[in-house]
Nanobody, 124 residues
């Protein structure tokens, strides 16, 4: 599997924003979908957002719709997650994932390549 590297996590106050980045160590033109998942301690991994690389069509979990935005810079082989109006319940480790074929995007098992994760902490 190709290694993915996330960056941009940190600690912010509620209402603040962060931008996460996911970069690949090598170019993989066969990736079809890239996504962001998150996991908070004691909870199951949750799909947050997904992008279809061919036309940038995007999908979002209801809990982040209208606040988070996933987009890509193809030249940099990087996918971003812009997170606005952050809430304490957004606190989690955020993971980037990639798939080389069609996926049920909410299913983590559909994605073959994963990053190590970046911590996002939102406090009141």
């Amino acid at each position: 599997p190709v290694e993915l590297a996330e960056s941009g996590g940190g600690s912010v106050k509620a209402g603040g924003f962060l931008r996460l980045s996911c970069s690949a160590r090598e170019y993989v033109d066969r990736w079809m979908y890239m996504a962001w998942f998150r996991r908070d301690s004691g909870k199951e991994r949750e799909a947050v957002a997904c992008i279809y690389r061919a036309n940038s069509e995007s999908y979002y979990a209801d809990s982040v719709k209208g606040r988070f935005f996933i987009f890509q810079d193809i030249a940099k082989n990087t996918v971003y997650l812009q997170m606005n109006s952050l809430r304490p319940e957004d606190t989690a480790i955020y993971y980037c994932a990639a798939s080389r074929g069609p996926v049920l995007w909410r299913q983590a098992t559909e994605f073959s390549d994963w990053g190590q994760g970046t911590q996002v902490t939102v406090s009141l």
